[in-house]
C-alpha cells in the first residue's frame, strides 16, 4: 500500500484520511522504531478510545504506540509481533490486547499490522483496528459455557488424559488424579507432563495397574489399538484392575473418545474412572445368571433323566413282569387292590384295571387252590399284619407253595415287595405292596430233586468219613503199640555201654526214624480230626503273661541250642487276662517259631513281636508277627504253603525233614478262631509269619489274686542299657499302679537307690538287665546286697536261659528272674513269691523305738525354726539341747559322754560350719556312738544332688523342709531302733 517513497503530506494526507473515513473501524500509522511515535490515525480509532479529537488522543495515548496498550499487554504483543513479522514474507502480523478508554474503560481489539520500510521514515506499521469487546465477551461466554460442561462431564473421571496428535503422540494432562488415591498419582502426574503418550502409557501402567493386567494393557493401550478402534467407532472402553496404596485391587475404566483436532488431525481424549462397584456388582449378576442358567439347565437335565428313567422303569417293570403269571398293586391301609397284569390263560381272575378286596380275595385263593400241606404257611403270609412285619427287615419276602387248579398239580411262587423301602418314610412302616404270581413248578421240582440227590450223597460221605475216621483211630493204635516198642527198646538198647560206635549211630538213627514217624502219625490224626469237625476250641479265661512265658522258655531253649538269639517284644499294652483257646493259640504260635529255629542257622536272629491293634466293646484283636533270618521261600512256593503235604523241597534229600503237614494244620486252627494268617519271605533273606486273632476281653485282672502286695505302694527301680525296653517295662508297671524309675547302667541304679534310702522312701524292688556296658548285672547285684538288706528284692530281667546263668545269678544275689517281655502280672506274682518264701512283709512298717525320754540335738540357725522344731518334738515328750550352727553341734556332742544324745537333727545351711562338715567331724570322732548315732538331715534343699551330699556326709536320712511331724516321728524311731538293735 505504500512504497519506499511514502512520506505524509498534505496530498497523501488528505488522500489517507478519505480512505480513512470510510473504513469500518480504525486505522493508523506508526514507527518500528522507539519511541513508536503514530504518525497518523483516523477517526475510527479516536473513537474506539473515547476520545473527541485527535489532540485529545494525543494527549491520552502520548502519541505513541505504546500508549495505545494496556501497560499489561505491551510485552506480550512487541514480542508477538516482533515474531510473526520476523518469519514472514508479507510481514503482516495479527495480535488482540486490551486499551485504556478515554473514560477508563478497559476494551479488546484486534490488530492486523504491516511492516514496511521507507525512505524518509524508516520502518512504518500501518495498522488496522477493530473493537473485539462485544465479540470477546461473547466468545468468552462460550468457552465458559463449554469448559464448565467439559469441567462437570470431567468429573466422574480420576483422570483426563489428550493426546493432541495421534502422529506426534503430543500429550497433556488435562486432570489429574493428585488427592492421594494412589500413592504414586503426584509423581505420575509430574512426569506426565515431560512424556509423549507411549512413554506415558508405560509409566502409568507399571504404577498403578495390577500385575494380572500388565502385560494385557500395555498391548491395548498401544496407540496403534486405539487408532484403530476409534477409526471404526468413535468411542470405546477398556476395564482394568488396579494396585491400590492399601494393597486392594479395584476395577478402573478407560473411556476413549476420538477428536477431530482444529489442524485436521486426530486427537484422543481418555478419561479413567473408578467402576469397582459397578464391575463386581455386574460380576455378581453374571455370576447369579450363570447359576441360575446352570441351576436351569440341571433341572432341565433332571427332568429329562427322571422322564427317561421312567420310561426305563416302565419299560423294566414290563420286561420284569413277564415273568409273573399276574401283578398286583395292594394298599394295605385300605384293603384296596388293584391288577396290573393278569394271567391270559386264566379267564376266571381278575382283568387289569379291576380293583377288589385283597385279604378276602387272596384267602379264598388260598382254601381253594393251595395244598393242605402249604395252605396255614400260605394264609399267615398273606396276613397284612405279617406283611408289614416281614418287611420291616426285608426288601422282599416269598411263599412257595403246591398249587391244584384246573386238574393240575403245579408249584407256584407268591412274592411280595414294599412299594417303598420303610427306611425312606418317616413311621418306618409299610403301607403298599407289590404282589406277583408265578409258576416255579420245573424249577422246584429240579431242585427237591438235587436236595434229595445231596441228602443222598451227604449220607454216604458221612459213613466214608466215619469208616476214614475209625480207620486212622484204629491203626493210630495200631501203629502207636509197636512204635512204643520201639521207641522204647531202642532207648533201653543205648544204655549198654558195650555198644560199638558203629550200633550206637545205628541205633540213635532208628530212634529219629520212630520218632518222625509217630509226629508224622500225630499230624495226619490232628489234620483227620480238624477235617472231621471234631476239635473244639476252648473258651476259657488263661493268663496271657503266662502264656506267652511258656512259649518264650521253649523257644528260648531251642535257640540257645543252636546258637540263635531269640527276643519276644510287646509294643503295647496287653491285658492280663483274656478269654480263649490258649493251648491252640499257643500250638500256632510254637509250631511257626520252631519251624523259624529250624530254618535258621547260626548266628541268626528269631523275634516274636506281640500287639494289640484293635479294641471293640468286649473283644481285642491281638497281632503276632514271628520273623526270622532264615533261609527263607520262593516267591512261587509262598501261595502253596497252607496247602497239606506241601513242601519247597520234596525231595528225598530234604535235609529239614517234614511232614509237610504243620502250616496246614496251623492255618485251620487259625480259620476255627476266626483269625488270620500270612507270609512275606525271600530266599536267602528270611520269613516273617503274621496271625492276627481276636479275643474276648476278661474283666479279671492281677491286682484281683494279688492281695498280699499293695501294687499302689510298690516302688521299682527298672535297670537296663535299653532305654527302648526300660521304658515299655516302666508303662507296662505303670498301668497297673506301680511307681518305677529308670536307671541306664549299674553306676546311675547304686546312686538312686541310695538317695531313695536317704529320702527314706526305698525302692522295693530291682528289675536288673544282666548284660551291661561298664557294670553288668551280676556286678551290680552284688553292690546292691553288700549296701542294702534283702527287704529290697533283686529280679534278673533278661532275654537270656535262665539255666545257662543260674549260678552266677544267685551268687550275684539275685533273687530270682523274670523274662522278657515284660509283664505286670508276672513282676507281682514273682516279688509275691520271694516276699512269702523270705516271709517278708515289705510293706509292713518297720518297727520303731519309743520317742519319750530321749534326748536329741537340733542343730538350726534360725531361732523361728528351731522354737518350731523343738515344740514338735516336746510334744512326743523328746527333750531337745539346740545349737545355734554346726560348730557348736560338734561341741555339745564332743563334750556330752557316749549314749546322750539317741540322735541328730541336722540343718545343711548354717554358718560357722555348715551341716555337712559338722556331721562328717562327728563321724570322724573317735568313741563308740559317733559312727553310730543318727543323724537326720533336715533342709530345703530337695534336689537329688543335695540327697546325695548328705548321705556321702555320713547322714542316715534326708528330710525336706517344711517336714511333716509325723515323719519326723517314724523316722527318728525307725532309725534310733536300728542303731539301738545293730550295736
Given at each position: 500500500?505504500?512504497?519506499?517513497?511514502?512520506?505524509?503530506?498534505?496530498?497523501n494526507?488528505?488522500?489517507?484520511?478519505?480512505?480513512?473515513?470510510?473504513?469500518?473501524?480504525?486505522?493508523?500509522?506508526?514507527?518500528?522504531?522507539?519511541?513508536?511515535?503514530i504518525?497518523?490515525?483516523?477517526?475510527g480509532?479516536?473513537?474506539?478510545?473515547?476520545?473527541?479529537?485527535?489532540?485529545?488522543?494525543?494527549?491520552?495515548?502520548?502519541n505513541?504506540?505504546?500508549?495505545?496498550?494496556?501497560?499489561?499487554?505491551?510485552?506480550?504483543?512487541?514480542?508477538?509481533?516482533?515474531?510473526?513479522t520476523?518469519?514472514?514474507?508479507?510481514?503482516?502480523d495479527?495480535?488482540?490486547?486490551?486499551?485504556?478508554?478515554?473514560?477508563?474503560?478497559?476494551?479488546?481489539v484486534?490488530?492486523?499490522?504491516?511492516?514496511?520500510?521507507?525512505?524518509?521514515y524508516?520502518?512504518?506499521?500501518?495498522?488496522?483496528?477493530?473493537?473485539?469487546t462485544?465479540?470477546?465477551?461473547?466468545?468468552?461466554?462460550?468457552?465458559?459455557?463449554?469448559?464448565a460442561?467439559?469441567?462437570?462431564?470431567?468429573?466422574?473421571?480420576?483422570?483426563?488424559?489428550?493426546?493432541?496428535?495421534?502422529?506426534?503422540?503430543?500429550?497433556?494432562?488435562?486432570?489429574?488424579?493428585?488427592?492421594?488415591?494412589?500413592e504414586?498419582?503426584?509423581?505420575?502426574?509430574v512426569?506426565?507432563?515431560?512424556?509423549?503418550?507411549?512413554?506415558?502409557?508405560?509409566?502409568?501402567?507399571?504404577?498403578?495397574?495390577?500385575?494380572?493386567?500388565?502385560?494385557?494393557?500395555q498391548?491395548?493401550?498401544?496407540?496403534?489399538?486405539?487408532?484403530?478402534?476409534?477409526?471404526?467407532?468413535?468411542?470405546?472402553?477398556?476395564n482394568?484392575?488396579?494396585?491400590?496404596?492399601?494393597?486392594?485391587?479395584?476395577?478402573?475404566?478407560?473411556?476413549?473418545?476420538?477428536?477431530?483436532?482444529?489442524?485436521?488431525?486426530?486427537?484422543?481424549?481418555?478419561?479413567?474412572?473408578?467402576?469397582?462397584?459397578?464391575?463386581?456388582?455386574?460380576?455378581?449378576?453374571?455370576?447369579?445368571?450363570?447359576?441360575?442358567?446352570?441351576?436351569?439347565?440341571?433341572?432341565?437335565?433332571?427332568?429329562?433323566?427322571?422322564?427317561?428313567?421312567?420310561?426305563?422303569?416302565?419299560?423294566?417293570?414290563?420286561?420284569m413282569?413277564?415273568?409273573?403269571?399276574s401283578?398286583?398293586?395292594?394298599?394295605?391301609?385300605?384293603?384296596?387292590?388293584?391288577?396290573?397284569r393278569?394271567?391270559?390263560?386264566d379267564r376266571?381272575n381278575?382283568?387289569?384295571?379291576?380293583?377288589?378286596?385283597?385279604?378276602?380275595?387272596?384267602?379264598?385263593?388260598?382254601?381253594?387252590?393251595v395244598?393242605?400241606?402249604?395252605?396255614?404257611?400260605?394264609?399267615?403270609?398273606?396276613?397284612?399284619?405279617?406283611?408289614?412285619?416281614?418287611?420291616?427287615?426285608?426288601?422282599?419276602?416269598?411263599?412257595?407253595?403246591?398249587?391244584?387248579?384246573?386238574?393240575?398239580?403245579?408249584?407256584?411262587?407268591?412274592?411280595?415287595a414294599?412299594?417303598?423301602?420303610?427306611?425312606?418314610?418317616?413311621d418306618?412302616i409299610?403301607h403298599?405292596?407289590?404282589?406277583?404270581?408265578?409258576?416255579?413248578?420245573a424249577?422246584?421240582?429240579?431242585?427237591?430233586?438235587?436236595n434229595?440227590?445231596?441228602?443222598?450223597?451227604?449220607?454216604?460221605?458221612?459213613?466214608a468219613?466215619?469208616a476214614?475216621t475209625?480207620?486212622l483211630?484204629?491203626?493210630?493204635?495200631e501203629?502207636?503199640?509197636?512204635?512204643?516198642?520201639?521207641?522204647?527198646?531202642?532207648?533201653?538198647?543205648?544204655?549198654d555201654?558195650?555198644?560199638?560206635?558203629?550200633?550206637?549211630?545205628?541205633?540213635?538213627?532208628?530212634?529219629?526214624?520212630?520218632?518222625?514217624?509217630?509226629?508224622?502219625?500225630?499230624?495226619?490224626?490232628?489234620?483227620?480230626r480238624?477235617?472231621?469237625?471234631?476239635?473244639?476250641?476252648?473258651?476259657?479265661?488263661?493268663?496271657?503273661?503266662?502264656?506267652?512265658?511258656?512259649?518264650?522258655?521253649?523257644?528260648?531253649?531251642?535257640?540257645?541250642?543252636?546258637?540263635?538269639h531269640?527276643?519276644?517284644?510287646?509294643?503295647n499294652?496287653?491285658?492280663?487276662?483274656?478269654?480263649?483257646?490258649?493251648?491252640r493259640?499257643?500250638?500256632?504260635?510254637?509250631?511257626?517259631?520252631?519251624?523259624?529255629?529250624?530254618?535258621?542257622?547260626?548266628?541268626?536272629?528269631?523275634?516274636?513281636?506281640?500287639?494289640?491293634?484293635?479294641?471293640?466293646?468286649n473283644?481285642?484283636t491281638l497281632k503276632?508277627c514271628?520273623?526270622?533270618?532264615?533261609?527263607?521261600?520262593?516267591?512261587?512256593?509262598?501261595?502253596?504253603?497252607?496247602?497239606?503235604?506241601?513242601?519247597?523241597?520234596?525231595?528225598?534229600?530234604?535235609?529239614?525233614?517234614?511232614?509237610?503237614l504243620?502250616?496246614?494244620?496251623?492255618?485251620?486252627?487259625?480259620?476255627?478262631?476266626?483269625?488270620?494268617?500270612?507270609?512275606?519271605?525271600?530266599?536267602?533273606?528270611?520269613?516273617?509269619?503274621?496271625?492276627?486273632?481276636?479275643?474276648?476281653?476278661?474283666?479279671?485282672?492281677?491286682?484281683d489274686?494279688e492281695?498280699?502286695?499293695?501294687?499302689?505302694?510298690?516302688?521299682?527301680?527298672?535297670?537296663d542299657?535299653?532305654?527302648?525296653?526300660?521304658?515299655?517295662?516302666?508303662?507296662v508297671?505303670?498301668?497297673?499302679?506301680?511307681?518305677?524309675?529308670?536307671?541306664?547302667?549299674?553306676?546311675?541304679?547304686?546312686?538312686?537307690?541310695?538317695?531313695?534310702?536317704?529320702?527314706?522312701?526305698?525302692y522295693?524292688?530291682?528289675?536288673?538287665?544282666?548284660?551291661?556296658?561298664?557294670?553288668?548285672?551280676?556286678?551290680t547285684?552284688k553292690?546292691?546286697?553288700?549296701?542294702?538288706?534283702?527287704?529290697?528284692?533283686?529280679?534278673?530281667?533278661?532275654?537270656?536261659?535262665?539255666?545257662e546263668?543260674?549260678?552266677?545269678?544267685?551268687?550275684?544275689?539275685?533273687?530270682?528272674?523274670?523274662?522278657?517281655?515284660?509283664?505286670?502280672?508276672?513282676?507281682?506274682?514273682?516279688?509275691?513269691?520271694?516276699?512269702?518264701?523270705?516271709?517278708?512283709?515289705?510293706?509292713?512298717?518297720?518297727?520303731?523305738?519309743?520317742?519319750?525320754?530321749?534326748?536329741?540335738?537340733?542343730?538350726e540357725?534360725?531361732?523361728?525354726?528351731?522354737?518350731?522344731?523343738?515344740d514338735?518334738?516336746?510334744?512326743?515328750?523328746?527333750?531337745?539341747?539346740h545349737?545355734?550352727?554346726?560348730?557348736?553341734?560338734?561341741?555339745?556332742?564332743?563334750?556330752?559322754?557316749?549314749?546322750?544324745?539317741?540322735a541328730?537333727?541336722?540343718?545343711?545351711?548354717?554358718?560357722?560350719m555348715?551341716?555337712?562338715?559338722a556331721?562328717?567331724?562327728?563321724?570322724s570322732?573317735?568313741?563308740?556312738?559317733?559312727?553310730?548315732?543318727?543323724?537326720?538331715?533336715?533342709?530345703?534343699?530337695a534336689?537329688?544332688?543335695?540327697?546325695?551330699?548328705?548321705?556321702?556326709?555320713g547322714?542316715?536320712?534326708?528330710?525336706?523342709?517344711?517336714?511333716?511331724?509325723?515323719?519326723?516321728?517314724?523316722?527318728?524311731?525307725?532309725?534310733?531302733?536300728?542303731?539301738?538293735?545293730?550295736?
Amino acid at each position: 500500500m505504500f512504497g519506499k517513497k511514502f512520506q505524509l503530506n498534505d496530498q497523501n494526507l488528505m488522500l489517507i484520511d478519505e480512505i480513512g473515513k470510510h473504513m469500518p473501524g480504525g486505522f493508523f500509522i506508526y514507527r518500528a522504531e522507539q519511541p513508536e511515535e503514530i504518525l497518523y490515525a483516523n477517526q475510527g480509532v479516536i473513537d474506539i478510545f473515547g476520545c473527541a479529537d485527535q489532540e485529545e488522543f494525543k494527549a491520552h495515548t502520548g502519541n505513541t504506540f505504546r500508549g495505545m496498550l494496556h501497560p499489561d499487554d505491551y510485552e506480550a504483543v512487541s514480542s508477538s509481533i516482533a515474531e510473526q513479522t520476523k518469519y514472514k514474507d508479507g510481514r503482516t502480523d495479527y495480535t488482540e490486547y486490551r486499551i485504556i478508554r478515554k473514560d477508563g474503560t478497559v476494551r479488546w481489539v484486534d490488530d492486523y499490522g504491516h511492516f514496511t520500510e521507507t525512505d524518509f521514515y524508516g520502518g512504518i506499521y500501518y495498522v488496522f483496528l477493530s473493537d473485539i469487546t462485544d465479540k470477546r465477551e461473547r466468545m468468552e461466554s462460550d468457552m465458559a459455557v463449554r469448559q464448565a460442561v467439559i469441567e462437570a462431564l470431567s468429573k466422574s473421571y480420576h483422570t483426563v488424559w489428550l493426546i493432541n496428535n495421534v502422529e506426534t503422540e503430543t500429550f497433556s494432562l488435562y486432570r489429574g488424579d493428585t488427592k492421594g488415591s494412589t500413592e504414586y498419582s503426584m509423581p505420575i502426574n509430574v512426569a506426565l507432563n515431560h512424556m509423549k503418550y507411549s512413554q506415558a502409557k508405560v509409566q502409568y501402567i507399571k504404577q498403578t495397574v495390577a500385575k494380572c493386567d500388565q502385560e494385557r494393557l500395555q498391548r491395548e493401550l498401544s496407540i496403534d489399538s486405539l487408532v484403530k478402534h476409534l477409526e471404526e467407532q468413535h468411542q470405546f472402553s477398556i476395564n482394568y484392575l488396579r494396585a491400590m496404596a492399601d494393597g486392594s485391587e479395584r476395577y478402573f475404566r478407560i473411556e476413549f473418545a476420538r477428536l477431530d483436532m482444529p489442524d485436521g488431525k486426530m486427537g484422543i481424549v481418555c478419561g479413567f474412572k473408578d467402576v469397582d462397584a459397578d464391575v463386581r456388582r455386574g460380576l455378581e449378576e453374571e455370576k447369579a445368571r450363570q447359576k441360575e442358567l446352570e441351576q436351569r439347565i440341571a433341572l432341565q437335565e433332571r427332568l429329562l433323566a427322571e422322564e427317561t428313567q421312567r420310561k426305563q422303569l416302565d419299560q423294566m417293570i414290563t420286561a420284569m413282569a413277564s415273568d409273573y403269571r399276574s401283578v398286583y398293586y395292594v394298599d394295605l391301609d385300605t384293603d384296596e387292590a388293584i391288577c396290573y397284569r393278569a394271567d391270559p390263560e386264566d379267564r376266571d381272575n381278575y382283568r387289569e384295571g379291576m380293583y377288589f378286596q385283597f385279604y378276602e380275595a387272596f384267602t379264598e385263593y388260598g382254601n381253594l387252590y393251595v395244598d393242605q400241606k402249604y395252605r396255614d404257611g400260605y394264609l399267615k403270609f398273606v396276613e397284612p399284619d405279617n406283611i408289614r412285619r416281614e418287611l420291616e427287615t426285608k426288601s422282599i419276602i416269598a411263599y412257595r407253595y403246591l398249587a391244584h387248579r384246573n386238574g393240575e398239580d403245579y408249584y407256584e411262587m407268591l412274592r411280595m415287595a414294599g412299594v417303598r423301602h420303610p427306611a425312606d418314610r418317616d413311621d418306618h412302616i409299610v403301607h403298599a405292596v407289590g404282589i406277583g404270581f408265578t409258576i416255579i413248578d420245573a424249577e422246584m421240582r429240579e431242585s427237591m430233586a438235587k436236595n434229595h440227590a445231596l441228602a443222598e450223597a451227604l449220607a454216604v460221605a458221612e459213613e466214608a468219613n466215619k469208616a476214614k475216621t475209625s480207620f486212622l483211630s484204629s491203626m493210630s493204635h495200631e501203629i502207636r503199640t509197636p512204635m512204643n516198642a520201639i521207641i522204647g527198646l531202642d532207648t533201653l538198647a543205648l544204655h549198654d555201654e558195650t555198644l560199638s560206635p558203629q550200633t550206637r549211630d545205628y541205633l540213635k538213627k532208628i530212634g529219629g526214624s520212630a520218632q518222625h514217624l509217630l509226629g508224622l502219625i500225630n499230624d495226619i490224626l490232628d489234620m483227620s480230626r480238624i477235617e472231621s469237625g471234631r476239635v473244639v476250641l476252648n473258651k476259657e479265661e488263661f493268663s496271657f503273661s503266662t502264656m506267652i512265658e511258656q512259649i518264650n522258655t521253649m523257644v528260648m531253649s531251642q535257640c540257645a541250642d543252636k546258637g540263635l538269639h531269640y527276643e519276644c517284644r510287646l509294643l503295647n499294652r496287653m491285658d492280663d487276662y483274656y478269654i480263649g483257646d490258649d493251648t491252640r493259640l499257643k500250638e500256632v504260635l510254637i509250631n511257626i517259631l520252631s519251624n523259624a529255629v529250624k530254618f535258621t542257622e547260626a548266628p541268626g536272629n528269631v523275634t516274636l513281636t506281640v500287639e494289640k491293634t484293635a479294641s471293640f466293646q468286649n473283644q481285642s484283636t491281638l497281632k503276632f508277627c514271628i520273623r526270622d533270618t532264615g533261609s527263607g521261600m520262593d516267591k512261587a512256593f509262598i501261595p502253596r504253603i497252607f496247602e497239606a503235604f506241601s513242601q519247597e523241597d520234596g525231595s528225598r534229600k530234604n535235609k529239614y525233614g517234614s511232614t509237610g503237614l504243620g502250616m496246614a494244620i496251623t492255618k485251620n486252627i487259625v480259620e476255627l478262631m476266626n483269625g488270620t494268617i500270612s507270609v512275606e519271605s525271600e530266599k536267602g533273606v528270611g520269613t516273617e509269619f503274621t496271625v492276627l486273632i481276636t479275643l474276648l476281653n476278661s474283666e479279671k485282672r492281677a491286682s484281683d489274686t494279688e492281695k498280699y502286695v499293695d501294687l499302689n505302694k510298690m516302688y521299682v527301680l527298672i535297670v537296663d542299657d535299653d532305654r527302648i525296653a526300660a521304658e515299655h517295662a516302666r508303662a507296662v508297671l505303670d498301668e497297673v499302679g506301680i511307681r518305677a524309675d529308670i536307671a541306664l547302667d549299674g553306676e546311675s541304679a547304686l546312686s538312686m537307690l541310695d538317695i531313695q534310702h536317704g529320702k527314706q522312701d526305698p525302692y522295693n524292688l530291682v528289675l536288673l538287665d544282666w548284660e551291661m556296658p561298664g557294670m553288668n548285672g551280676a556286678e551290680t547285684a552284688k553292690q546292691i546286697r553288700s549296701q542294702y538288706s534283702r527287704e529290697t528284692m533283686v529280679l534278673l530281667l533278661t532275654a537270656y536261659n535262665w539255666d545257662e546263668i543260674h549260678d552266677d545269678a544267685v551268687d550275684a544275689g539275685m533273687d530270682s528272674f523274670l523274662a522278657k517281655p515284660l509283664f505286670a502280672t508276672s513282676v507281682v506274682r514273682e516279688f509275691e513269691r520271694i516276699a512269702r518264701r523270705n516271709d517278708v512283709n515289705l510293706f509292713r512298717e518297720k518297727k520303731r523305738a519309743e520317742l519319750a525320754g530321749r534326748r536329741v540335738l537340733l542343730a538350726e540357725d534360725v531361732a523361728l525354726n528351731a522354737e518350731i522344731m523343738m515344740d514338735i518334738l516336746e510334744l512326743e515328750e523328746i527333750e531337745v539341747d539346740h545349737a545355734e550352727n554346726g560348730q557348736i553341734a560338734v561341741t555339745k556332742f564332743m563334750d556330752n559322754p557316749p549314749g546322750t544324745y539317741a540322735a541328730i537333727l541336722m540343718d545343711v545351711r548354717m554358718p560357722v560350719m555348715d551341716g555337712l562338715e559338722a556331721t562328717a567331724a562327728i563321724r570322724s570322732m573317735d568313741r563308740p556312738d559317733a559312727g553310730e548315732i543318727p543323724i537326720i538331715a533336715l533342709t530345703a534343699n530337695a534336689f537329688d544332688e543335695d540327697v546325695q551330699r548328705s548321705l556321702q556326709a555320713g547322714m542316715n536320712a534326708h528330710l525336706t523342709k517344711p517336714v511333716e511331724p509325723d515323719q519326723v516321728y517314724q523316722t527318728l524311731g525307725e532309725l534310733i531302733y536300728e542303731a539301738e538293735h545293730q550295736s
